[in-house]
Nanobody
Framework: QVQLVESGGGLVQAGGSLRLSCAAS????????MGWFRQAPGKERGFVAH????????YYADSVKGRFTISRDNAKNTVYLQMISLKPEDTAVYYC????????????????????WGQGTQVTVSS
């Protein structure tokens, strides 16, 4: 069992920055790829970013590429999402997710890959 707790959300003006953190419980963090997803009101949950269990490879949604950076600290069981140049359209609840251990049973952007989800943190970008 893995518990994920996001933090770092809040209200920021367009052009501003935020850093989200996701702390994971348990001993299996370093063997799990991690992802960030977001869900805006009235929309489906969508892929934002992914990092492999080693941290050696990352993937991003086209809408955030060049503005968001995913990283992880396996010693701290934490994954981060650094967000810069925020836009009003980035407003959403952001969720971190942990994939099954050493497994790529689905593409990195597919929620089906992920076994555990956090409760989400709200990010609001004002214009």
């Amino acid at each position: 069992q893995v518990q994920l707790v996001e933090s770092g959300g809040g209200l920021v003006q367009a052009g501003g920055s935020l850093r989200l953190s996701c702390a994971a419980s348990g001993r299996t963090f370093r063997s799990r790829a991690m992802g960030w997803f977001r869900q805006a009101p009235g929309k489906e949950r969508g892929f934002v970013a992914h990092i492999t269990w080693s941290g050696g490879t990352t993937y991003y949604a086209d809408s955030v590429k060049g503005r968001f950076t995913i990283s992880r600290d396996n010693a701290k069981n934490t994954v981060y999402l650094q967000m810069i140049s925020l836009k009003p359209e980035d407003t959403a609840v952001y969720y971190c997710a942990a994939a099954r251990e050493y497994s790529y049973s689905a593409p990195h952007y597919d929620p089906a890959l992920y076994e555990y989800w956090g409760q989400g943190t709200q990010v609001t970008v004002s214009s």
